[in-house]
């Protein structure tokens, strides 16, 4: 069974910086593309970043491209997410996924991944 656990978020004020981690066992991790959603209260879980499961290709959401920046490291089962210059908007409930298929592009949306973790909170002060 594929079992997903993020760490890293926290509370901090606007132009702060955090990095996520998200650590993945039961699973082929190396096979599979990764990805980072989050949900703010009362609206949809919404595409953040994807990485192929080699590393070599990335994509972004519109509103984070350029300020965060997903990696993977495939020895450690880990993926990861460096945000900078964050703001108020960025608060929400950061989760990592697991793509349902093996070597395949990032999915933008939610329904391309299986498995996910249980989350951890970004709360970006004004």
């Known amino acids: 069974q594929v079992q997903l656990v993020e760490s890293g978020g926290g509370s901090v004020p606007a132009g702060g910086s955090l990095r996520l981690s998200c650590v993945v066992s039961?699973?082929?991790?190396?096979?599979?593309?990764m990805a980072w959603f989050r949900q703010a209260p009362g609206k949809e879980r919404e595409f953040v970043a994807g990485?192929?499961?080699?590393?070599?290709?990335?994509l972004y959401g519109d509103y984070v491209k350029g300020r965060f920046i997903i990696s993977r490291d495939n020895a450690k089962n880990s993926v990861y997410l460096q945000m900078n210059s964050l703001d108020a908007e960025d608060t929400a409930i950061y989760y990592c996924?697991?793509?349902?298929?093996?070597?395949?592009?990032?999915?933008?949306?939610?329904?391309?991944?299986?498995?996910w973790g249980q989350g951890t909170q970004v709360t970006v002060s004004s």
């Open positions: 996924g697991l793509a349902r298929s093996t070597y395949t592009t990032p999915d933008r949306h939610w329904s391309g991944y299986g498995s």
């Open positions: 039961g699973g082929t991790f190396n096979a599979y593309a």
């Open positions: 990485i192929r499961a080699s590393g070599v290709r990335t």
